[in-house]
């Protein structure tokens, strides 16, 4: 019978729950021990040594990085957070650990670097049959803090985008909060790229800003999309509504959302919307 022993000293609970969701349905069997603060889980396949054994430890080892990505590493990402970013507050802390632990449990990010510690771990249990996670983990520390400093500098790269985003629509929403309203509805067509205004009459709007040619120096760092939420906030209607096809212009249908809030409506389906194809052909 082939054992192996995998000690600790934190979170003894999270531990096992991990354990479980590995072994639960298999032929695994799981011992548990406590020696004062440690803990130690014993992992036993009920086989003799045979072609199974190479799987176990493959298994075993995967586990054992799982439970330092998802427990062991929480500590040094927050002392990380705390002391790279000393002037954020608590909760912003908060969201940047989040974040950053997130990123490290994505499978997609850092293959290289967690392969190799698999296969660390992997010839760890192989020579000794055991591990004891924290020890392992304080002979790779540079390791971890190199992954998990990036991941932080990622983490307030996007915090950072994501806070100006947020001012942005603030203040945004404070022009249309001031604008003087000069109609009383603006249907918005979207479709294909393009966007079209009429009054509540489906008379065309005639607007400068979305008129702009696409060669003009003066525009060429700003999208269609952008010119149709600044002619918005210049029409500043009492109601505005979306004539869009569902699950297109996500993007610009979120912003228009945010900055116009309860002035918006959403059609499903009408005579206006039916205009599209007309206007399309008469531009």
Not at 131 to 137: A, K, S, T
Not at 222 to 241: T, Y
Request: overall charge negative; some cysteine; glycine content about 4%.
């Amino acid at each position: 019978m082939q054992t192996i022993k995998i000690g600790g000293n934190v979170n003894k609970d999270e531990v096992k729950n991990l354990i479980n969701r590995y072994f639960s349905n298999s032929k695994v069997n799981v011992q548990e021990e406590d020696y004062e603060e440690r803990y130690e889980f014993s992992l036993s396949l009920g086989t003799k040594k045979n072609l199974e054994d190479i799987a176990f430890y493959r298994a075993v080892a995967n586990l054992v990085q799982d439970i330092i990505l998802e427990i062991y590493i929480k500590p040094i990402i927050m002392n990380r957070v705390v002391k790279i970013c000393d002037d954020y507050s608590s909760s912003d802390k908060e969201g940047i650990v989040t974040s950053t632990h997130l990123a490290i449990l994505n499978e997609n990010y850092y293959i290289k670097e967690k392969n190799m510690v698999n296969e660390e771990i992997l010839n760890h249990l192989i020579e000794n049959n055991s591990i004891l996670i924290d020890g392992f983990m304080n002979f790779r520390l540079r390791r971890f803090i190199y992954i998990v400093d990036i991941s932080v500098e990622k983490a307030i790269g996007q915090f950072e985008i994501e806070r100006e985003y947020l001012e942005f629509l603030s203040m945004l929403q404070y022009f249309v909060d001031i604008q003087e309203p000069k109609y009383e509805l603006v249907n918005v067509i979207i479709k294909e790229n393009d966007y079209f205004l009429l009054d509540k009459d489906n008379n065309i709007i005639e607007n400068g800003l979305l008129e702009y040619a696409p060669d003009d120096q003066w525009y060429e760092d700003i999208s269609k999309a952008d010119l149709l939420v600044s002619s918005l906030i210049v029409l500043s209607p009492i109601k505005l509504v979306l004539h869009v096809e569902e699950g297109k212009e996500k993007e610009l249908v979120n912003v228009i959302s945010q900055v116009f809030r309860d002035k918006v409506q959403f059609c499903d389906g009408c005579d206006t919307c039916n205009l599209k194809a007309k206007l399309k052909k008469g531009k």
